[in-house]
């Protein structure tokens, strides 16, 4: 590993996508595209994957189940994951753990089921 990120790509796995793709739009008022490759609906979250960000996206195929016991990921949910989180229950998902404090340092953390059955992370710094 060559120390630039621990993490270079993520998947959520989905069972609908139009349904997850709206799901994610809503909780972060963004427009995420759509491709399909080898077999696959894929949606992207925005990201600079060019200039070294992370990046990653929604994935419907016949080898992605969603589940809530599979690797956690935390989503950048900065400035306030408040905001994010407070649109899940209304987009379909529901709010597993609130708003919690990790330390000061660290800032925030939140879980949520999205509407496929992922158990999903939020981070923010407030």
Same mark, same amino acid.
């Given at each position: 590993?060559?120390?630039?990120? +621990? #993490? ?15 799901? /994610? ?18 949606? /992207? ?12 996206? #929604? ?15 935390? $989503?950048?949910?900065?400035?306030? #994951?408040?905001?994010? #989180? ?6 379909? %998902? ?12 660290? %800032?925030?953390? +939140? ?5 496929? %059955?992922? $158990?999903?992370? $939020?981070?923010?710094?407030?």
């Amino acid at each position: 590993m060559d120390g630039t990120n +621990a #993490l270079n790509w993520f998947e959520i796995s989905v069972a609908d996508m139009d349904r997850a793709k709206k799901f /994610y739009e809503a909780i972060f008022g963004i427009k995420m595209e759509v491709q399909e490759m080898m077999g696959m609906k894929m949606a /992207y979250f925005p990201a600079d994957m060019m200039g070294g960000k992370v990046g990653g996206g #929604l994935v419907e195929s016949p080898y992605h189940k969603p589940s809530a016991d599979g690797a956690r990921i935390y $989503l950048n949910g900065n400035p306030d #994951l408040a905001v994010a #989180l407070g649109k899940v229950e209304g987009a379909g %998902g529901q709010v597993a753990m609130p708003k919690t404090k990790i330390t000061d340092e660290i %800032g925030y953390m +939140a879980n949520f089921m999205d509407t496929e %059955g992922n $158990l999903v992370a $939020l981070h923010s710094n407030k």
